[in-house]
């Protein structure tokens, strides 16, 4: 079983930063893989990014790849996302997820709350 709660949303302007985190709870948070969607109102939830358990692999959606950067802290049981360069298309609920490199919702095993980002014009 594992836990997973997000922090760090808010609202910034357009080409402003955000880092999301989102803490995992359990002994088995290691073994997994974790990706990061979002969903934006009125719209399908959508992937993001994925790393790997071991952190070695990581893979974006194109409309992220140069901007944003998913990293994990083990020992912290920690997944980030780094945004950068942020545009209002960006503005969605942010969601962590743990399970397999897919960017198929339906396959993930854990999800979070949701945090949500706003970003302005």
């Known amino acids: 079983q594992v836990q997973l709660v997000e922090s760090g949303g808010g609202l910034v302007q357009a080409g402003g930063s955000l880092r999301l985190s989102c803490a995992a709870s359990?002994?088995?948070?290691?073994?997994?893989?974790m990706g990061w969607f979002r969903q934006a109102p009125g719209k399908e939830r959508e992937f993001v990014a994925h790393i790997s358990w071991s952190g070695g692999s990581v893979y974006y959606a194109d409309s992220v790849k140069g901007r944003f950067t998913i990293s994990r802290d083990t020992p912290k049981n920690t997944v980030y996302l780094q945004m950068n360069s942020l545009k209002p298309e960006d503005t969605a609920v942010y969601y962590c997820?743990?399970?397999?490199?897919?960017?198929?919702?339906?396959?993930?095993?854990?999800w979070g709350q949701g945090t949500q980002v706003t970003v302005s014009s």
């Open positions: 997820a743990a399970g397999p490199r897919t960017v198929v919702s339906a396959r993930y095993e854990y």
């Open positions: 359990g002994r088995t948070f290691s073994s997994y893989g």
